[in-house]
Every structure is written in C-alpha cells, then in structure tokens.
C-alpha cells in the first residue's frame, strides 16, 4: 500500500509539472502576437534599442539603426533623428517629412526589432541581483521573479523603487506581505526605464 502512495504521489507531481508547462507555453503562445501589437503602438524608444528603417521602392534607404546614449540616431538624407521617448510612429513620421525634400510622397516603414534600452535593475537581497530587460513592461513583483526571488534575509517590507536622476529622483515605497495578500496592489507600479528596485 506505502508504494502504491509513493506511485501516487509521484504521478501527481509528475502532473502538476506537466500541466504546469503546459501553460506556460500558452501563455507564450497568446502573449507574444499581443507583445508585438504592444511594442509596435505604444512602446515608446529608449537609447540602446535598435530599429530597422526601410523606404518603399528605395534600397539604399533600408537598414538597421541602433538608438545612440544620447537618444538619437543617423539615417541617410535626414541627419541626426530623435527617438528616444518617442513611438515608432512618431519617428516614422518624422523621418517621412524629412525624406519630402528629396522623394516624392516617401513611404517609411519603422520596426523596433529589439528593445534591450528598456531595462530596469533589481539590487539587494534577491537572487540574482542585476539588469533585466522589459518586452515590453514589468511590474515589481514580476521583475522580484526575474531577479529569483527574494533572499531569507530581504526585508520585505521594505523594498523600494528609485525613479529618475539627480534632483529629480524620487523613492516610491514597496511592501510586499500587503502586496501577496492583495491589500494596497497600486504599490505594484509598472516599471520605468532606468527604475532601480532595492531590496534591503
């Protein structure tokens, strides 16, 4: 009877680990065309992303770019092209204006193909502290898992989030137990580019 229970129970976890995959692979299967609709309409450019230009009927004007420290990057007949802190819509538009000069009614084409400018960093008593990057967003708690999780000797409950630069820094307050039992969830903050979450 004891090896039957032994049979049982690992059927069981078997199972568990079985369906367990099971959906993660639908859920990568339902969120990657949604995670490309997301990146393609509203994501918005960050130095270190790279991007490819093309321009209908002109060979000469197809390439991949990368987005420069300094936010911008260079195509051929328009100069230097803003596209940090804007869609890729936005850059494509500005790009068809400045090609007028020189091509009648252009027709531009602009694909973010990588977002590795987007990233956050978890530090502290996690895991595996370090740069992760977003594709296109990550909540705390979601980039606490990418960084494996807290260690035994995090104080949870007194995580952070530093935003911004200089003066403009501010800190925005993290407690997990409320988090996990689902009290005051708005402390789970979608992330922003250049966040650092400190677990002490």
Not at 164 to 173: H, N, R, V, Y
């Amino acid at each position: 009877m004891a090896g039957n229970n032994i049979y049982s129970m690992s059927n069981v976890i078997m199972f568990r680990r079985i369906l367990g995959l099971s959906a993660v692979a639908l859920g990568l299967a339902i969120s990657a065309p949604a995670l490309a609709q997301g990146v393609a309409a509203e994501y918005k450019l960050h130095a270190g992303d790279k991007i490819e230009i093309s321009v209908w009927k002109e060979p000469d004007l197809q390439r991949s770019v990368n987005v420069r420290p300094d936010g911008r990057f260079s195509f051929p007949l328009t100069g230097d092209v803003v596209a940090a802190g804007r869609s890729v819509e936005e850059v494509r538009g500005d790009i068809e204006n400045r090609l007028k000069k020189y091509i009648p009614e252009p027709v531009v084409t602009v694909t973010a193909v990588e977002t590795g400018g987007n990233r956050v960093y978890v530090i502290g008593q996690v895991a595996r502290p370090g740069m992760f990057v977003m594709n296109p967003e990550l909540n705390v708690l979601q980039a606490l898992t990418l960084a494996g999780g807290p260690t035994p000797f995090a104080k949870l409950d007194s995580i952070s989030v530093l935003r911004g630069t200089g003066t403009a820094q501010k800190t925005l307050s993290f407690r997990y137990s409320q988090v996990v039992e689902g009290k005051s969830l708005a402390q789970n903050i979608t992330l922003e580019s250049g966040d650092v979450v400190v677990v002490p």
